[in-house]
């Protein structure tokens, strides 16, 4: 049943949590207490119920920290996330239930695939948490990995509520169309108009603004936000992850992260120091050619990083006749959604239905239900908030509400996800118009809510997106691709006021476009994945400006004096810790798997159902190097990837 978000209240979201970790509790506890033999029903499946219902008061509760309007509902909803989390943690300290799970894995119980990988990676977890360890050690465990959990919340219940904004006159909005004016909020002073650092209005002025100077202001305010309430977080959290790895005998952080991911650091290491010196040499060219038009434009030739996307831009506007506003007028946020809904229907074997009333926490959200085309099955449900305001997540995401599981009554519970975004508001003038990076930002997003909503799996452990977290990023890379197709373009695009579809030549050359300063861009991402494991790495004591400056060298460009954008860099501290090079990891599978549809037809709905169901449907019930095996019928390499890097 779909719950009623309008009538969240800050005491309802503590309401929610108090009945789910009862609830849970009472579940825990009656399998410590088990008298008799542990077995799989009584002991992991339980166990499984209980990890769904407070993955449902999540959904209800803590998840309003996002996305609720309401400053006191947030609050309360950032404090129910720490005790969801905290109750993660005391659940996996238990000693009493350790020996159930113990117990049920010494008997070799015979069970499904599921069931048995689940226990295993139970006992995994108890491992992870010290069991191992003299009980005062593991206390002290114990109270560090709860101290973190408070670090992790409050960081990023600071980067949601931080607003801020440079002023400027109209003069100093040359480059800017009127459609991005006309949505901006007037300045203190008059004539002025704020621009915030709120995705739709900082990425346009960094990539149109002619005026550098105000390019430069607002990107270090943007990399400068948080600072002092943020910075001490991390670097406590930094020291605690260091003493967490090595209580349970772990190298270091990343170590320890990366145990339960495809990947480790030293094979990490081995793709950067393979990747980097090739980018390094091909971003030397780009670099050249934007030097000699800062030149020409400014008298100045030292490029600097607020320099980059406007450049970037103007090369597409002025060698390729890309101007992504006059994209945009083709890509009403609508037609987009519709356009995207109908191939993915087609492609994967689904139908969505749009419900009128949602019931959503704003008046924003959409919702949607899916189902199967071929039995006319319900598969889920997923909203939809799409348009930014004060207080909400500022970045793109989406999120389990709901996990899909097999519960204790053998009933299939179906997922339900949230996609939330920051994509251009409505004007009075215009609807959402969506640049065509904002189209992609959505195909990305909307791979998770495939992966999510898709699932077949039997257990939340491995429902949805729960994969190896160095592949969650995959399904989502795949979905990109379409986004850069002529014949998929064609099929969604709408001009706003005639209804006529995007011309083949400008597709063309947003197409042709595309792999402009793809060396640089992919610097960039190399540079924010080579920090966070340097951050994570064995030393014993770090200096986190140092550390910046050390990573940063690999974009060939001058180190922004004064700018710390670490503190409000939520991925470091949001589930992405000695992770972030997942993006690019993760880029090499999602390449990989769509040169079978490359080969064999992009809109092809039997590779699409090949995909759903090798892939989508199977979450982590499988090793991610098994699932990529499965639909490709080899093993995964990196030959697309680098192709599509121009390598």
Same mark, same amino acid.
């Given at each position: 049943m779909? *719950?009623d ?17 009862g ?9 410590? $207490?088990e008298p008799?033999?542990?077995t799989?029903?009584n002991t992991?499946?339980p166990?499984?119920e209980a990890?769904?219902i ?6 209800q509760g ?5 996305v609720?309007?309401d400053?006191d ?11 969801l989390?905290?109750?993660g943690?005391?659940?996996v300290?238990?000693?009493?239930l ?15 695939s599921?069931?048995l990988?689940?226990?295993?990676f ?6 992870r ?5 003299a ?8 109270e560090?990995?709860?101290r973190l959990?408070?670090?992790e919340?409050a ?7 931080y607003?801020d904004y ?12 009127d459609?991005?004016?006309?949505a ?9 108009f704020r621009? $915030?650092?709120?995705?739709p209005?900082l990425?346009p002025f960094?990539?149109n603004?002619?005026?550098?100077g105000?390019r430069?202001e607002?990107l270090?305010?943007?990399?400068? $936000?948080?600072?002092?309430e943020n910075?001490?977080?991390?670097? !406590?959290a930094l ?5 967490v ?6 190298? $270091?952080?990343? *170590? *320890?992260? +990366? ?5 480790d650091?030293e094979?990490?290491?081995r793709?950067?120091?393979d990747l ?9 060219? !780009?670099?050249?050619?934007m030097?000699? +038009?800062?030149? !020409?434009?400014y008298?100045?030739?030292t %490029?600097?990083?607020?320099d980059?996307n406007y450049?970037?831009t103007k090369?597409?506007r002025d060698?390729?006749g890309v101007?992504?506003y006059?994209v945009a !007028?083709?890509?009403?946020?609508e037609?987009?959604i519709?356009? +995207? %809904?109908?191939i993915?229907?087609e492609m994967?074997?689904v139908?969505y239905?749009?419900v ?7 008046? @924003? ?9 071929s039995g006319g ?17 500022g ?6 509400l709901?996990?899909g599981h097999?519960?204790l009554?053998g ?7 949230a ?12 609807p959402?118009?969506l ?5 992609l930002?959505?195909?990305h997003?909307f791979?998770h ?6 699932t077949r799996a ?6 949805g997106a729960?994969t ?11 979905m990109? *691709?379409?986004t850069?197709e002529p014949?998929?373009l064609?099929?969604?695009s709408?001009?706003?006021?005639t209804?006529?579809?995007i ?6 050359n947003?197409?042709a476009?595309?792999?402009?300063n ?13 920090l966070?494991?340097l ?5 014993e004591e770090? @200096? ?18 004064g700018t710390?954008f670490?503190?409000?860099f939520?991925?470091? +501290? ?19 798997m ?5 080969a064999e037809?992009v ?7 090949a995909?759903?169901q090798?892939?989508?449907e ?6 991610a ?9 080899r ?5 697309a990837f680098?192709?599509n890097?121009? %390598?």
């Amino acid at each position: 049943m779909l *719950h009623d978000y309008t009538r969240t209240t800050a005491a309802g979201v503590v309401g929610i949590t108090d009945e789910a970790i009862g609830a849970a509790n009472q579940l825990i506890d009656g399998i410590a $207490s088990e008298p008799g033999p542990n077995t799989i029903e009584n002991t992991l499946l339980p166990l499984n119920e209980a990890a769904a219902i407070i993955e449902a008061a999540y959904g209800q509760g803590a998840f309003m920290a996002r996305v609720h309007p309401d400053t006191d509902v947030r609050i309360a909803a950032t404090e129910q996330e720490e005790r969801l989390n905290k109750w993660g943690i005391d659940v996996v300290f238990r000693t009493d239930l350790y020996g159930a799970l113990k117990r049920l894995a010494d008997s070799e119980p015979t069970a499904g695939s599921e069931q048995l990988r689940l226990l295993g990676f139970w006992m995994r977890d108890f491992r992870r948490a010290g069991h191992e360890l003299a009980p005062p050690d593991q206390r002290k465990l114990k109270e560090l990995k709860q101290r973190l959990v408070e670090l992790e919340v409050a960081f990023g219940a600071n980067v949601d509520a931080y607003t801020d904004y440079i002023e400027v006159t109209r003069d100093q909005l040359d480059g800017l169309p009127d459609s991005y004016i006309d949505a901006l909020k007037t300045g203190d002073t008059d004539g002025t108009f704020r621009v $915030s650092l709120d995705y739709p209005e900082l990425y346009p002025f960094l990539q149109n603004a002619t005026n550098r100077g105000c390019r430069e202001e607002l990107l270090r305010k943007k990399n400068t $936000s948080v600072v002092g309430e943020n910075r001490p977080l991390l670097e !406590e959290a930094l020291a605690l992850r260091r003493a967490v790895a090595r209580l349970v005998g772990y190298e $270091s952080w990343a *170590h *320890h992260s +990366m145990d339960v991911k495809m990947a480790d650091p030293e094979r990490v290491q081995r793709f950067y120091a393979d990747l980097v010196p090739r980018l390094r040499e091909k971003v030397k060219a !780009e670099h050249d050619k934007m030097r000699r +038009m800062l030149a !020409e434009e400014y008298g100045d030739d030292t %490029l600097q990083q607020w320099d980059v996307n406007y450049f970037s831009t103007k090369i597409r506007r002025d060698e390729y006749g890309v101007d992504q506003y006059q994209v945009a !007028e083709f890509f009403p946020l609508e037609a987009v959604i519709d356009g +995207m %809904l109908d191939i993915t229907a087609e492609m994967f074997g689904v139908q969505y239905l749009r419900v009128e009333d949602a019931a959503g926490w704003h008046s @924003d959200v959409y919702l949607y239900e899916v189902i199967d085309a071929s039995g006319g099955d319900h598969l889920a449900y997923f909203y939809m908030d799409l348009f930014p305001r004060e207080g909400k997540y500022g970045h793109a995401a989406a999120f389990d509400l709901v996990a899909g599981h097999t519960n204790l009554a053998g009933e299939s519970v179906r997922p339900i996800a949230a996609m939330v975004a920051n994509f251009t508001n409505p004007t009075e003038e215009a609807p959402s118009l969506l640049r065509h990076d904002e189209v992609l930002t959505l195909f990305h997003e909307f791979g998770h809510i495939l992966h999510q909503t898709l699932t077949r799996a039997e257990t939340v452990r491995f429902s949805g997106a729960n994969t190896e977290w160095d592949f969650v990023e995959a399904p989502s890379q795949i979905m990109e *691709h379409w986004t850069w197709e002529p014949d998929v373009l064609a099929r969604f695009s709408s001009h706003y006021k005639t209804g006529a579809r995007i011309p083949r030549e400008m597709v063309d050359n947003l197409v042709a476009a595309r792999d402009v300063n793809i060396a640089a861009a992919n610097l960039r991402q190399a540079y924010f994945g080579i920090l966070d494991l340097l951050l994570h790495d064995d030393a014993e004591e770090r @200096d986190l400006d140092a550390l910046d400056r050390q990573a940063y060298e690999v974009n060939e460009l001058p180190f922004p004096d004064g700018t710390f954008f670490l503190a409000s860099f939520g991925h470091v +501290m949001g589930g992405y810790d000695a992770g972030y090079y997942g993006y690019l990891w993760s880029k090499v599978f999602g390449d990989d798997m769509y040169s079978r549809f490359q080969a064999e037809g992009v809109l092809n709905p039997e590779v699409g159902r090949a995909y759903r169901q090798a892939i989508l449907e199977q979450g982590g019930t499988k090793d991610a190097d098994d699932l990529l095996l499965d639909f490709l019928g080899r093993q995964p390499n990196n030959e697309a990837f680098l192709a599509n890097m121009g %390598l």
